[in-house]
């Protein structure tokens, strides 16, 4: 099966391997060289031995399932493989001998995709299709040689992956654009925008390899509170931790000079309030403050944590 794909397995995993602080933040080498080809089309892979032994193309793909899934396990992905297909097999020099990388492709269950890479024995890494797509609309943009695409038929279009990927984690939303937004590191996870034909925009988290979290979905204004903006939809005024300490400033609440920790503990969707714990040297105990927004007309109001408590709002930065 060399070169089923070209050099596309050894232009991704080189830059992995070469620049691992690039690849955190793109996940794809700058000046890759070559294209792939449509590796979906398995007609090309069963060879003269391969018949000889009564071999279909049936069995070549439940083995690229398997190892596929056991790559998923090692990785500690959260990824229950749906389908998967070996999208190249190369040799390529790394760390000064030549080691065969073997790429697959899987389309995960829960609607993310990858691109997931062992290089002989080395340690495998990988990056979503969400990474892999918004480095080859970079390259585009560029005017250089592009990386490669996902293609199996879950992951080739984007905004169906997102939907699929949003549904499962529990939100309906017929994605008609996305935007990577970037990614955390240390946690593993990653950050896309997404926008509804409806109109609507939140943010979708998925796992990078190593990290076993599942989709999760952030409102704009709840993705606000963490410093991550939307901008492909008007969501309205974007909630923000500096928007909440500055309305305990407002209402010359005790607890401003320095806050040392804030937790969000919720909304109150009927009067339209925010229900935020604080602590700070003057409020060694913690403080809930119960904050209005937008066009609430519901008063501004502050309690202690027992008060707060029997209103069933707990804290809990002080155990």
Known sequence: MKGFLGPCAA?????????????????????????????????TRLTKEDLAKGRKL???LAE??????ELA?????????????????ETAPIDGKNTTV????????????????????????????????????????????????????????IETMASAAMAHAGTNCLVNKTARLGQNAKAKVEYNEVACADGRGFILLSAMPGSTVRPQVLTCKDAGMRGISCKLTDSGPIVTKRNFIEALALHKVPCTANVDRMHVI??????KR??????????????????????????????SCKDAAKLRAVCTLNK
């Open 11 to 43: 232009f991704l995993m080189l830059a992995l391997v070469a620049a691992p602080a690039a690849a955190q933040s793109a996940g794809q080498p700058d000046g890759a060289s070559g294209r792939s080809s449509d590796y979906t089309n398995q007609a």
């Open 102 to 157: 073997r790429t697959y492709e899987v389309a995960c269950t829960n609607g993310i995709g990858y691109f997931l890479f062992q290089p002989g024995e080395g340690a495998p890494t990988g990056v979503s299709c969400f990474t892999a797509e918004a480095n080859r609309q970079a390259d585009i943009t560029a005017g250089k040689p592009t990386g490669a695409a996902c293609k199996l038929s879950a992951n080739v279009n």
């Open 274 to 303: 925010y229900v935020v714990e604080f602590v700070c040297p003057e409020q060694p105990a913690g403080l809930v403050a119960f904050i209005p927004v937008q066009d609430s007309t519901a008063p501004f109001d502050t309690k």
């Open 58 to 60: 049936e069995d070549l």
């Open 64 to 69: 690229d399932k398997s190892a596929a899934t």
């Open 73 to 89: 396990k090692t990785l500690s992905l959260s990824c229950e493989v749906g389908d998967a297909v070996l999208a190249a097999e």
């Open 266 to 271: 919720g909304q109150e969707p009927a009067k």
